[in-house]
């Protein structure tokens, strides 16, 4: 006799480990790390313009956009290139990044992985009037078979390929996020080291299995009494990292489960100390249905200080004279947290970043894909499809073929 089922349960850590493991023969990301980067540095070498153009949305964006707002300060000491990020539609604010950039001195990197998505074309097609589109200043991430490269290969134009099996928003380790990453002087092997470390940390079951693991245990578990998910973010420079985490979060785990059921994991991300003064009051005395997951930085490596000023009625302030500013911003984390895990009924844990560098922005990226991969296989869902998504995008479409078609007649 044999027994099946295709009900909703949740299955042991073994179980899902396995699981995970078995995903390693059809997911791509997780392979992302141990990919030769040769080609890329040697491109990156031969890019003289000093305006990096990336064109895409959501995935095709994000992944780039967080690392190098995380990396951006050092990297205004190293490198004398400048990436700029066009991906919407709102006219006024294309107008103004676009003034930005010198358009004879740049290099625009055109990422769509269908190579239709709609935003990207309108502004590709836009750019053509700004300034002559060649091989010269183009280049081309997408998958192998799509029309965007077929574009590419017509006009002879530099190209890199997205895996069939790595989604957008999986692709920040790919030529996605290190092709345009390189060129403005990130160190993308350090990237990929850093990767390799939450691999390993994990899959040889070292010392990142059992955090991760259960992590996404409590989530699954308490999903129907904590059903945001809050990131709290104490660096200015994780504001980029914050938009890429609700994405992966929201469009991988917002799902319909085996059991036909909605699930809903809802991502929220805020950064300190600023979100002291507006969203912490909702999170003290507002409705328990939240986990906080804090991330701090040790060590920003920077200097500044509160000068040794004091200011007439304002004396009693001057406990703050001399305290670094890394320091401060740290304070108010842990003043913050202190305050939280003593109402003891709000779950939260704490994420500790050793420093601003390539190494440990990919540790917390790449460790938060697993996190998605593994909250997934315990919800029973696909992890990696958006058929919420699909459905408006295909309204669009319609919608522009319609207004098309009038305007031949």
């Known amino acids: 006799m044999q027994y ?29 790390p141990f990919e030769d980067t040769t080609d890329i540095k040697q ?15 959501g995935g095709s964006s994000l ?20 990436l700029h990020f066009l991906e919407s539609t709102d006219p006024m604010e294309l107008e103004y990044r676009v003034s930005k950039i ?35 200043n183009c280049l081309i991430i997408s998958e192998n078979d799509s029309t965007l490269t077929s574009y590419a290969n017509k006009h002879n134009m530099k190209r890199y390929e997205i895996p069939k099996n790595v989604g957008g928003r999986f692709s920040v380790f790919s030529a996605v996020g290190l092709v345009p990453l390189c060129i403005v002087g990130v160190d993308i092997d350090k990237l990929l080291d850093g990767c390799k470390k939450i691999y390993h940390g994990f899959f040889d079951k070292e010392e990142f299995y059992e955090p991760i693991m259960e992590k996404a245990r409590f989530i699954v578990e308490n999903k129907h009494r ?3 998910n809050v990131l709290f973010s104490y660096s200015s420079a994780l504001e ?18 085996i059991n036909n059921t909605k699930q809903a994991l809802t991502p929220i991300a805020i950064t300190g100390p600023v979100d002291q003064h507006s969203f912490l009051q909702l999170i003290i005395q507002g409705k328990r249905d939240k986990t906080v997951t804090f991330v701090k930085v040790d060590d920003f490596q920077n200097s500044l200080i509160v000068p040794d000023v004091s200011l007439t009625h304002l ?14 911003i740290n304070y108010q984390a842990d003043a913050t947290i202190g305050a939280i895990k003593d109402i003891k009924d709000i779950p939260c844990d704490v ?14 990226m790449f460790s938060y894909q697993l996190l998605t991969s593994i909250v997934g296989k315990f919800l029973q869902i696909n992890t990696y499809d958006q058929p919420g998504v699909e459905h408006s995008k295909n309204i669009l479409k319609d919608k522009l073929h319609s207004i098309f078609e009038t305007k031949q007649f």
């Open 4 to 32: 099946s089922k295709n009900f909703y349960q949740i299955k042991s850590n073994e179980v899902i480990f396995d699981e995970i493991k078995d995903e390693l023969k059809t997911v791509g990301y997780y392979h992302l």
């Open 43 to 57: 491109f990156a070498q031969t890019v003289v313009q000093k305006d990096i153009v990336v064109v895409g949305i």
């Open 63 to 82: 992944g780039a956009f967080a690392i190098h707002k995380f990396l951006k300060q050092k990297l205004k000491i190293s490198s004398n290139k400048k």
């Open 102 to 136: 010198d358009m004879q001195d740049a290099m625009f990197i055109i990422i769509s992985k269908s190579g239709t998505t709609i935003e990207t074309m309108a502004i590709f097609k836009y750019l053509h009037t700004k300034t002559d589109i060649t091989n010269k």
């Open 226 to 228: 904590f059903n945001i």
């Open 240 to 257: 980029g990292f914050n938009k890429w985490y609700i994405q992966l979060w929201g469009e991988s785990l917002g799902k319909i489960n």
């Open 315 to 328: 004396e009693n302030l001057d406990n703050l004279n001399n305290i670094k500013f890394q320091n401060l």
């Open 351 to 364: 994420i500790n970043i050793k420093k601003v560098d390539e190494y440990n922005i990919a540790k917390l």
